[in-house]
């Protein structure tokens, strides 16, 4: 994607820097919590199941919230619904820092769920409104902030888990903190035009049957996505810093394919089509997993493998929920975003279960399994999703699909 001809994409109003500064940050909690997961059951003396439940609190209020986002955005404004968004991650990551209990966590992490949500789900259509350049130098700066953001943010929580498990948390603390005095400023409000919508439109959403198929794939999907990202870093068996690095790798070939080359598969193929065949790679991925868990090295290779089909993934997925129906693409996004975190919330504690029951290897094959029903889930419901084929996506929903695929 281009800004165009003539255009500067990185001059842009100190509004937009402030909202692209505060999206980096948001998006580094994708990672954050991963390299300390072990040293959180360590100190505060939780099990696996215990401690995933960070994920499993975290996703369920993301996604719940998700249904009821768009309804106050168009109602108090997208600057209100930013610093809410922003101010909730801020109180509830001090909280976590603070906490003295694995439960204390879990629930803080909930509240750090509903900021996230809210945040997330304004921030690509303030930093359109606010650019110069037109939407297309928007959404460059757009995915450099995401890009940025996904890539550091396990590199950030292994440096300052290596002090305190409860780092990561401080620093999430001071940085949004920074974006929240930089929105409030420098971000203009009250000028904008509002059209109210009902708070049932991502329930109606989704009795379209094209969604509907959508949905129920992507929450298996999900499952897979988690197991990757919240498991993998027990059987790594590394210290905060090692796996650090190993999801900073995870974060930078995520980024890389869900920005650039997810467009150049979907200029050669149908987004079913495509689906159907990155979907079985990343099943295959997940078993080779489960078959080299006690192998480092190899371990290692399927985590960044698996990041590079993931980021395929998210942006297909999302892009054909926006073509699946004629509604406003807020309320597809959220419908959809909804079913999908359940299969994010429930993946890391049952992963987490089947390792204590049997082995480290089994959590990978649930995961491979759940993603090969996904594919089936695509392949059997083709015929309702064949409206999503026939229409070519335009830089601003690619870059839309980028931002719902990757929020999690």
């Given at each position: 994607?281009s800004a165009?001809?003539?255009v500067?994409?990185?001059?842009?109003?100190?509004?937009?820097?402030?909202?692209?500064?505060?999206?980096?940050i948001?998006?580094?909690?994708i990672?954050?919590?991963d390299?300390?997961?072990?040293?959180?059951?360590?100190?505060?003396q939780?099990t696996?199941?215990?401690?995933?439940?960070?994920f499993?609190s975290?996703?369920?209020v993301?996604?719940?919230a998700?249904?009821?986002?768009s309804?106050?955005s168009?109602r108090?404004?997208?600057k209100?619904?930013?610093?809410?968004g922003?101010?909730?991650?801020?109180v509830f990551?001090?909280l976590?820092?603070?906490?003295?209990s694995?439960?204390?966590?879990?629930?803080?992490?909930?509240g750090?769920g509903?900021?996230?949500?809210?945040?997330i789900?304004?921030a690509?259509?303030?930093i359109?409104g606010?650019a110069?350049?037109?939407?297309a130098?928007?959404i460059?700066?757009?995915?450099?902030a995401l890009?940025l953001?996904?890539?550091?943010?396990p590199?950030?929580?292994g440096?300052?888990g290596e002090?305190?498990?409860?780092?990561?948390?401080?620093?999430?603390?001071a940085?949004m903190a920074?974006a929240?005095?930089?929105?409030?400023?420098?971000?203009?409000g009250?000028?904008e035009?509002?059209?109210?919508v009902?708070?049932?439109?991502p329930f109606k959403a989704?009795r379209q049957?094209a969604?509907a198929v959508?949905a129920?794939a992507?929450?298996?999907?999900?499952?897979?996505?988690?197991?990757l990202?919240a498991f993998?870093?027990f059987?790594?068996?590394f210290?905060?810093m090692?796996i650090?690095l190993?999801?900073?790798?995870w974060?930078v070939?995520l980024?890389?394919?869900?920005?650039w080359?997810?467009p150049?598969?979907?200029?050669?193929?149908a987004?079913t089509?495509?689906l159907?065949?990155?979907?079985p790679?990343?099943?295959i991925?997940?078993?080779v997993?489960a078959?080299?868990?006690?192998?480092?090295?190899a371990?290692?290779?399927c985590i960044?493998?698996?990041?590079?089909?993931?980021?395929?993934?998210?942006t297909?997925?999302?892009?054909s929920?926006?073509?699946a129906?004629?509604?406003p693409?807020?309320?597809?996004?959220?419908?959809?975003?909804?079913?999908r975190?359940l299969?994010?919330?429930?993946?890391?504690?049952i992963a987490?279960a089947l390792w204590?029951?049997?082995?480290?290897s089994?959590p990978f094959v649930?995961?491979?399994?759940?993603?090969?029903i996904?594919?089936l889930?695509?392949?059997?419901?083709?015929?309702?999703?064949?409206?999503?084929?026939?229409?070519e996506?335009d830089?601003?929903?690619e870059?839309t699909?980028?931002?719902y695929?990757?929020?999690a």
């Amino acid at each position: 994607m281009s800004a165009g001809s003539g255009v500067n994409v990185w001059r842009q109003p100190a509004q937009v820097w402030a909202v692209a500064f505060a999206s980096v940050i948001a998006f580094m909690g994708i990672g954050l919590v991963d390299p300390i997961l072990p040293a959180i059951a360590e100190s505060l003396q939780a099990t696996p199941v215990e401690t995933e439940l960070l994920f499993t609190s975290y996703l369920v209020v993301t996604g719940l919230a998700m249904l009821v986002t768009s309804w106050i955005s168009s109602r108090i404004g997208t600057k209100a619904t930013l610093l809410i968004g922003l101010g909730l991650i801020v109180v509830f990551a001090l909280l976590c820092a603070l906490a003295g209990s694995v439960d204390a966590v879990i629930g803080f992490r909930a509240g750090w769920g509903l900021g996230n949500a809210l945040f997330i789900s304004t921030a690509l259509a303030t930093i359109v409104g606010a650019a110069s350049g037109g939407s297309a130098a928007a959404i460059i700066l757009y995915e450099a902030a995401l890009g940025l953001g996904i890539a550091i943010g396990p590199l950030l929580g292994g440096f300052l888990g290596e002090i305190s498990w409860r780092g990561p948390f401080f620093g999430v603390v001071a940085l949004m903190a920074i974006a929240f005095i930089a929105v409030s400023v420098l971000l203009r409000g009250g000028d904008e035009k509002r059209t109210p919508v009902p708070l049932s439109a991502p329930f109606k959403a989704l009795r379209q049957p094209a969604l509907a198929v959508l949905a129920v794939a992507a929450l298996f999907y999900n499952i897979g996505f988690f197991v990757l990202l919240a498991f993998s870093p027990f059987p790594l068996g590394f210290g905060a810093m090692g796996i650090g690095l190993t999801f900073f790798g995870w974060g930078v070939a995520l980024a890389i394919t869900s920005v650039w080359v997810a467009p150049i598969l979907l200029r050669r193929f149908a987004r079913t089509t495509a689906l159907l065949m990155v979907l079985p790679l990343l099943a295959i991925d997940l078993l080779v997993a489960a078959v080299f868990v006690d192998t480092a090295a190899a371990l290692i290779a399927c985590i960044i493998v698996g990041g590079l089909l993931l980021g395929m993934v998210n942006t297909i997925l999302t892009e054909s929920v926006m073509e699946a129906t004629d509604l406003p693409r807020s309320v597809a996004s959220s419908a959809y975003s909804a079913v999908r975190f359940l299969g994010g919330a429930a993946a890391p504690p049952i992963a987490a279960a089947l390792w204590h029951a049997f082995n480290a290897s089994v959590p990978f094959v649930f995961a491979a399994l759940s993603v090969l029903i996904s594919a089936l889930t695509i392949l059997f419901g083709r015929r309702a999703l064949a409206r999503i084929d026939g229409h070519e996506a335009d830089a601003e929903e690619e870059a839309t699909a980028v931002l719902y695929g990757d929020a999690a």
